[in-house]
């Protein structure tokens, strides 16, 4: 009987162990998945407080009528092109002046 009971001990560490490589390699696989479902999670939060403020909206309609869309399109394009090229400068600077292996 000792024996059974032996071979059934064997048995049980065996799987959880199995169980526990499974579940590693499950995490390993799925971690982009949680890393993009951050961002959509982010996204809804967002959309959830605007939603809760209607005046918000009926601002930003208002907003839109009045100033018009293609110049406010226009705003936008100007604006992420001087981030883009100001987040590159602070890059270059930021860079230029580290120290590095290559200056001994």
């Not at 479902?37 to 009528?65: C, S």
């Not at 883009?84 to 002046?97: D, E, P």
């Amino acid at each position: 009987m000792s024996s059974r009971a032996e071979m059934l001990a064997a048995k049980r560490r065996s799987l959880q162990l199995r169980c526990a490589i499974e579940r590693q390699e499950i995490r390993f696989l799925h971690a982009d998945v949680e890393a993009r479902l951050q961002g959509a999670d982010r996204i809804l939060d967002i959309a959830r407080g605007v939603v809760k403020h209607p005046l918000l909206i009926g601002a930003t309609v208002l907003g839109v009528a009045l100033i018009g869309p293609f110049k406010i399109l226009r705003w936008a394009s100007q604006s992420v092109l001087l981030w883009s090229a100001s987040r590159r400068l602070a890059g270059y600077f930021l860079n230029r002046n580290s120290p590095t292996d290559s200056a001994q």
